[in-house]
């Protein structure tokens, strides 16, 4: 095979393994720490970022030596296996077991991480380019462009349709990074050192022993969760059962959802809201069914009990580990809840959810105005509705109290009696009928038996909690909404305040160094900065809308990505064959970008029609359509004799990276959905006034 064509399979063997490679590492710090979707923005964040600083470099390190390409293309598809075993060895290391580590840790940890694939994958592209041009071969830079842009679709869509759903992700590695291993050794073989060639399939060779080696796989999670009984990684979340002695503990991605000495929270969970009720028949439960619950949900003789979980690998490997029994009124479905209440005809005489705090997106939307409308609907006349926060009896921060009255004032928009019961944590019991506190009174009335409630209830649940609770509660604190997320505009400024820090010392970094950039780049990349923030901006707000709506990202965050690349090739051959006046093209698009952005604002928070996932996959094709179709055209502005590639890819990633933070780690959690539509709607329209404005002769038609 031809040089040339092994360097064209290189560049798209480079786009497969690259959108693998990231995705794969999404989900590895999804996983790491606990589902918190801000993650999602600072490992794209870093990812674009560090890519940036190795596309600039190639344009000053420019080596000759096809061996020394080949070596970079077998190392690049080598690398991820390296990456991914580095995330989670270091993991305990770096940070201490069982702490929650604060913003800048986990910034630093994943740039460490992730930064030698990044610096050489934002390398090697132009690299490729450079070395076809020296060996004759006419390839501009859209053309780079659009073939990197193949190789990014063809991983996107393996990924997420195919290899998510059947491999563990070593083995993902193992097939995204196949093409780009093989070119490299085929390149190593056109340069005739059997030295090379043996070392590169050395090399290959101890790649796919590791990879496919999947007791190696799971010795990498060892130092995490310990003794390990049972591993999968499921499309919905990575589930592991470890056991300590005689204790089991289950994990759905690095959350502990259930431990064996937990009695106290399954009598709380259970009797606080059913002991309410003269009779249970239909029970909702929303998660928190593994353990002693289904025990003490039994003492009610009820006619059904349907509990959702929305992973059944979650129930399939708690019932092997008995921590689910078999009980005749049991019916497990596996469904999103907040779906299947908006859906269902039946109706409850109780709802229990026992969820996490809700500091990620994927937990908030079970906290919200719009998700209590949907609880109060499936309930019968005069039923109740519980769940638990966290809450300490002795003492009550202001972030603690931020978070109890936002609750309680969005609870009180559904239900006319709100309760709040101080427990070993704070649960809250709803409902349109009377409620009363004296719980033992109740559970005695029935005679129903427990323990812990018996034992401490009088002790815990005293009057002055009760008052220090009531009295805390802030009536004027905003409620809590699906896209204006009240609570995680509280977690974020918690999770920096419990390490005494800020963001703001990273927020003004940011822009600082952003500024710079930007008075030292081309007027015509600020065209590509503009469109790469943009784009990357409404990135993050699509796949957090899904998250609200449909509340399983982790599963669909490969799709989304996909979707967002697929519009990109399409997009830049239409603007390499459009013959219209390229400032005429730019216009366009820009006007494109703009109508596209309002358009998702309206439907946020005017239409709010139920979108479905293909109505997001199908808006992220058409705006990214539009930004893929700007890069060639400014590419052509400036002129091939200038070797524009490095600096446009520079441009565009650089605004990528920025668009990627300041919309999914700063916008969205400190000032709403609202305001980061805006902000992106300012980029761009400066984008558009910079043509008009500066250059309205040039920029004519």
């Given amino acids: 095979m031809h040089l040339n064509r092994l360097v064209m399979w290189a560049i798209i063997g480079t786009g497969i ?3 693998v490679t990231q995705l794969l590492t999404i989900r590895e710090f999804l996983t790491q720490f606990h589902g918190n979707e801000i993650t999602i923005s600072l490992v794209v964040f870093c990812w674009l970022l560090i890519t940036a600083a190795g596309t600039l470099a190639a344009k000053v390190v420019k080596p000759n030596s096809t061996g020394v ?19 989670r060895g270091f993991r305990e290391h770096f940070f201490s077991h069982g702490v929650s580590p604060g913003f800048y840790p986990i910034l630093f940890y994943i740039l460490i991480t992730i930064t030698p694939y990044c610096l050489l994958a934002g390398f090697f592209l132009p690299h490729s380019q450079h070395l076809l041009n020296r060996k004759g071969y006419p390839f501009d830079s859209g053309s780079l462009y659009v073939t990197d842009s193949i190789g990014d679709i063809m991983g996107g869509l393996m990924f997420s349709f195919i290899l998510v759903y059947w491999l563990k992700p070593f083995q993902i590695l193992s097939a995204g990074s196949f093409l780009l291993i093989l070119a490299g050794i085929l390149i190593l073989w056109k340069h005739r050192s059997m030295t090379l060639i043996a070392a590169g399939m050395v090399i290959g060779l101890g790649f796919y022993a590791i990879s496919l080696n999947s007791h190696v796989e799971r010795l990498t999670l060892s130092d995490q969760y310990g003794q390990i009984v049972r591993y999968i990684e499921s499309p919905y979340g990575r589930i592991v059962v470890s056991k300590e002695g005689p204790q089991y503990t289950v994990w759905e991605s690095g959350v502990p959802l259930y431990w064996a000495s937990d009695m106290a929270s399954s009598e709380e969970k259970i009797h606080y809201p059913l002991s309410q009720l003269p009779r249970v028949n239909d029970l909702l439960l929303i998660s928190g069914g593994l353990g002693g619950t289904l025990k003490e ?19 399939a490997a708690a019932s092997q580990a008995g921590l689910i029994k078999k009980a005749p009124f049991l019916n497990v479905i596996h469904e999103d809840a907040r779906r299947y209440m908006k859906l269902t005809d039946k109706h409850y005489d109780a709802v229990i959810m026992d969820l996490p705090e809700p500091e990620t997106f994927q937990v908030n939307r079970f906290f919200t105005e719009a998700f209590f409308a949907i609880a109060k609907k499936a309930l019968k006349e005069g039923g109740v509705f519980s769940f638990n926060m966290g809450y300490s009896p002795n003492y009550m ?20 009696h709100v309760k709040i019961v101080p427990g070993e944590e704070a649960y809250f019991l709803m409902s349109d009928r009377s409620l009363s506190m004296d719980i033992p009174a109740l559970l005695r009335e029935k005679k129903i038996p427990t323990v812990f409630i ?9 009057q002055e909690r009760i008052k220090t609770i009531q009295e805390g509660l802030d009536k004027e604190e905003s409620i809590n909404t699906d896209f204006e997320p009240r609570l995680m505009n509280i977690a974020f400024m918690e999770w920096f305040s419990k390490h005494d820090t800020t963001p703001w010392v990273f927020i003004f970094a940011l822009a600082g160094v952003t500024l710079v950039y930007l008075i030292f780049i081309k007027w015509e990349e600020y065209i590509l900065f503009s469109t790469g923030f943009v784009t990357m901006g409404m990135e993050m707000l699509v796949i957090l809308s899904f998250q609200v709506i449909y509340g399983y990202i982790y599963l669909k965050i490969g799709a989304m990505v996909t979707a967002f690349l697929m519009g990109l090739l399409p997009g830049a051959l239409a603007g390499q064959r459009w013959q219209a006046g390229s ?6 698009s820009d006007g494109l970008i703009l109508l596209m952005s309002f358009g998702f604002f309206m439907w946020l928070f005017w239409a709010r029609f139920d979108a479905q996932p293909w109505h997001l996959l199908l808006f992220s094709f058409l705006f990214s359509f539009f930004c ?9 502005i400036i002129g091939e004799k200038q070797s524009p590639a490095a600096g446009c890819f520079g441009a565009d990633l650089w605004g990528a990276a920025v668009g990627t933070i300041a919309t999914g780690t700063v916008l969205i959690p400190l000032m709403g959905m609202k305001y980061a ?4 709607l300012f980029v761009k329209i400066s984008s558009s006034m910079l043509i008009l404005l500066k250059y309205p002769a040039r920029f004519g038609g």
């Fill in 628 to 636: 893929g179709f700007q890069f060639p055209v400014v590419t052509d």
């Fill in 583 to 588: 400032g005429f093209k730019i216009l366009i």
């Fill in 69 to 87: 390409y080949g070596f970079m293309a077998l190392f690049l598809g080598v690398w991820p296996l390296i990456q991914i075993m580095g995330i």
């Fill in 677 to 680: 539509i805006f902000a992106l």
């Fill in 397 to 416: 921060s202001e972030v603690r109290r931020k978070k109890l009255s936002t609750v309680f004032n969005t609870t009180r928009r559904q239900f006319k």
């Fill in 297 to 315: 949900v039994a003492k009610y003789n009820p006619s059904q009990v349907d509990y959702l979980e929305l992973d059944p690998h979650l129930t």
């Fill in 454 to 462: 018996q034992g401490f209830y009088e002790g815990n649940v005293t």
């Fill in 17 to 19: 393994s690259s959108v």
